[in-house]
């Protein structure tokens, strides 16, 4: 059974920078797609970003677009998520979450019912 750990989460005044890496176990990372997902209080858990099995390609919420990077090693089985220019709006517990096995990406894997593993989620809060 895959194990997914996110890292990272914080306390940061507007404007500033944290990164998050999750890493996992339990099978083959190289071969999918990873995810990052976020939720508020009292709101439905949104996607971030995600990227393709060989990192190759990216896909973002509109919100972070510009803001944020997601980039993963295969070797060490992490996929970070580097975000930049925080603004309150953005505190939420950050997931990560694994994908199909292939190459897929686009607006239909930002859905979390297409992803099958995730992580118990870390606090980020940006104060303003």
């Known amino acids: 059974q895959e194990k997914l750990i996110e890292f990272g989460g914080g306390l940061v005044q507007a404007g500033g920078s944290l990164r998050l890496s999750c890493t996992t176990s339990?099978?083959?990372?190289?071969?999918?797609?990873m995810g990052w997902f976020r939720q508020a209080p009292g709101k439905e858990r949104e996607f971030v970003a995600h990227?393709?099995?060989?990192?190759?390609?990216?896909y973002y919420a509109d919100s972070v677009k510009g803001r944020f990077t997601i980039s993963r090693d295969n070797a060490g089985n992490t996929v970070y998520l580097q975000m930049n220019s925080l603004k309150p709006e953005d505190t939420a517990v950050y997931y990560c979450?694994?994908?199909?096995?292939?190459?897929?990406?686009?607006?239909?894997?930002?859905?979390?019912?297409?992803?099958?593993?995730w992580g118990q989620g870390t606090q980020v809060t940006v104060s303003s």
């Open positions: 339990g099978r083959a990372f190289s071969n999918y797609l």
């Open positions: 979450a694994s994908g199909p096995r292939g190459f897929y990406f686009g607006t239909y894997y930002s859905r979390p019912g297409t992803y099958d593993s």
């Open positions: 990227v393709s099995w060989n990192g190759g390609t990216t």
